[in-house]
């Protein structure tokens, strides 16, 4: 291809530089979320997904160039650092109801589903477009972006929504930011008032029997 048509094809359109650049954010973020604490990684969790949503509802998928599928760089080995590093921090939050699984509408019992396997499988397309990208080629890059465009309709659109759903009834409930230390100290002042409160009570009801 041309070098001079290169700023005119839909790889270097605004809406796309934009998407590739929160793609590549979020994969980096992913990536590194063992380094943040339950809760800063909720706050910025449900400031990049949607985010990321917006971005990739704008791009228009190309036609693509090739007939064979975009190469996959993503190992299994990656994918499960990412989602074990989220697994691990989330803890019993990680799992929530799913109300949009496929078999929802079979099932007599609830569907649980697991935000750090969203986030993975999302994490997971990402990682394989970014990497196409930084191949340079312009041809490799279209293509790697109607595969990704073409499976956020099909799927992780949905996973990112689910797991922002999930994020989001974290992010605002009661006791957000209260981390174990938090906790226990405040069950440790807790436990500490009663006993001085206790105290009180024996000493008053000492000093009437006297």
């Known amino acids: 291809m041309d070098l001079d048509q290169l700023p005119d094809h839909v790889v270097y359109s605004k809406s796309v530089i934009e998407f590739v650049t929160v793609a590549a954010e979020t994969c980096l973020f992913l990536e590194h979320a063992a380094e943040f604490s339950q809760t800063d990684?909720?706050?910025?969790?449900?400031?990049?997904?949607?985010l990321l949503y917006l971005n990739a509802s704008l791009v228009e998928a190309p036609a693509p160039v090739f007939d064979d599928p975009t190469e996959k760089f993503v190992s299994e080995e990656d994918y499960l650092?990412?989602?074990e590093q989220i697994e691990q921090l989330l803890g019993a939050d990680d799992s929530y109801l799913e109300?949009?699984?496929?078999?929802?509408?079979?099932s007599d019992t609830p569907i649980a589903a697991f935000i750090s396997e969203n986030l993975a499988d999302?994490?997971?397309?990402l990682k394989d477009f970014a990497a196409s990208y930084q191949l340079a080629d312009v041809d490799i890059m279209n293509?790697?972006?109607?595969?990704?465009?073409?499976?956020?309709g099909e799927h992780w659109g949905?996973?990112?929504?689910n797991a922002l759903r999930a994020l989001h009834a974290l992010r605002y409930s009661d006791g957000f930011g209260l981390?174990?230390?938090?906790?226990?100290?405040?069950?440790?002042?807790?436990?500490r008032n009663s006993f001085l409160n206790f105290q009180h009570d024996d000493d008053e009801e000492l000093t009437n029997l006297l």
């Not at 990684?41 to 400031?47: G, H, L």
């Open 81 to 83: 650092f990412v989602r």
């Open 158 to 161: 949905q996973k990112l929504l």
């Open 122 to 125: 999302i994490y997971q397309e």
């Open 179 to 191: 981390d174990d230390e938090d906790v226990s100290t405040a069950k440790q002042a807790l436990d």
């Open 99 to 106: 109300v949009f699984h496929p078999d929802m509408a079979i």
């Open 41 to 50: 990684f909720i706050q910025k969790a449900v400031k990049i997904l949607p």
């Open 143 to 152: 293509d790697a972006l109607v595969a990704c465009i073409e499976a956020f």
